[in-house]
């Protein structure tokens, strides 16, 4: 019993990575710097822009919002451990997956699905990187 629901918070724990990750993904299909490019502070500059905020306004938005990334960040810390390794395991999931698709395809088709994949994987970790650097409250609007 005790292993059946620890194989379900594993699942459960999993389903809510990929969800982040497809999220992720989504937002950053849907959202260019006028360059081709998905920015991270995309939803932030969507939405200042939507509330038609002033240079003071935003600001303090900013600021606030720079804040709030600090308290999640330090709410988070303790679970890098785990996180890490569920991560681990979401790659070893998601490799058998983009194997299977790759049976179903074309060459050409598997090809550009490894650059789909590829191009995701890249885009994800320099969010990761400039969320992790710091810079997210040095752009201005």
């Known amino acids: 019993m005790q292993r ?3 194989y379900a918070l594993i699942f459960l724990i999993v389903a809510f990575i ?3 990750a497809i999220g992720i993904t989504l937002d950053r299909a849907f959202s260019h710097d006028g360059r081709g490019h998905g920015t991270p502070r995309s939803g932030l500059d969507r939405m200042a822009k939507e509330l038609d905020l002033t240079a003071s306004q935003r600001t303090q938005f900013d600021s ?3 804040g709030r990334r600090r308290q999640m960040r330090e709410v988070f810390r ?3 451990p785990q996180i890490d390794s569920l991560q681990k395991l979401a790659k ?3 490799d058998s997956t983009q194997e299977q698709l790759k ?3 074309t060459p050409e088709q598997g090809k550009k699905l490894d650059e789909m994949r590829d191009r995701a994987r890249k885009e994800a970790a320099d969010a990761r990187a400039w ?3 710091g810079k997210a409250t040095l752009r201005q609007p």
Do not use: N, T, Y
């Open 4 to 6: 059946s629901k620890s």
């Open 18 to 20: 990929a969800g982040i």
């Open 64 to 66: 606030i919002m720079a």
């Open 78 to 80: 303790p679970l890098h």
């Open 92 to 94: 070893v999931i998601s």
């Open 103 to 105: 049976r179903v395809l």
């Open 131 to 133: 969320r992790d650097s």
